[in-house]
């Protein structure tokens, strides 16, 4: 995360790879956030009033009698150097206002966020998750008389073969499965998992 980029927001549909791929870039950057790297896994969670909550026990703040959780979090982060990666935003996009409230409260704290969609908060950065690599679904007439191992240049045919291959060590793909295995990853946008 860039100095500049407070939030930034991976965007894809379910089953893409946004929380590996989070997982991935907060391993590349433990090491510059001096007060640490949080994940709020937050997929179980449908009210957007109890996003505060499971921010704060992830981070160990307690609620203070007569006092919102809010501005418990506020206070904890406001001299904090840390990234906060809140997984799984989007059933509950209506908690948008916290995340902005704690960043503009918070200037040293980054943020982030795999999502199906934006937040569409200010200075929000966005990253499109693309699905795998696909083939053109009219090679299909061809496949039968082509290569099949032409097939695994793909992403998404290639995690099919590594994905059957765990259930079934012996699978292949071949000349007389290629099409059929093609036209499973289409239909699943890309996504055999």
Request: charge should be negative.
């Amino acid at each position: 995360l860039e100095e500049q980029v407070g939030l930034l927001t991976l965007t894809g549909p379910g089953g893409i790879g946004k929380t590996r791929l989070a997982m991935q870039v907060v391993a590349n950057l433990l090491d510059h956030f001096v007060d640490g790297v949080y994940f709020v896994a937050l997929a179980p969670i449908r009210d957007p009033a109890l996003v505060s909550t499971a921010i704060a026990q992830v981070l160990g703040v307690s609620e203070t009698p007569g006092r919102p959780l809010q501005e418990s979090l506020q206070s904890y982060l406001r001299d904090k150097q840390l990234l906060l990666v809140l997984d799984n935003f989007e059933q509950i996009l209506a908690a948008a206002p916290l995340v902005s409230m704690l960043l503009n409260a918070c200037r040293r704290l980054k943020i982030l966020l795999t999502s199906r969609a934006t937040l569409h908060l200010y200075d929000e950065q966005e990253f499109p998750v693309p699905p795998l690599t696909l083939p053109d679904a009219r090679r299909f007439t061809v496949l039968e008389k082509g290569s099949a191992t032409d097939l695994t240049e793909f992403a998404a045919i290639d995690l099919f073969c590594q994905r059957a291959r765990a259930v079934k060590p012996d699978f292949a793909l071949t000349a007389t499965n290629a099409a059929a295995v093609a036209q499973i990853c289409i239909g699943l946008d890309g996504l055999p998992l």
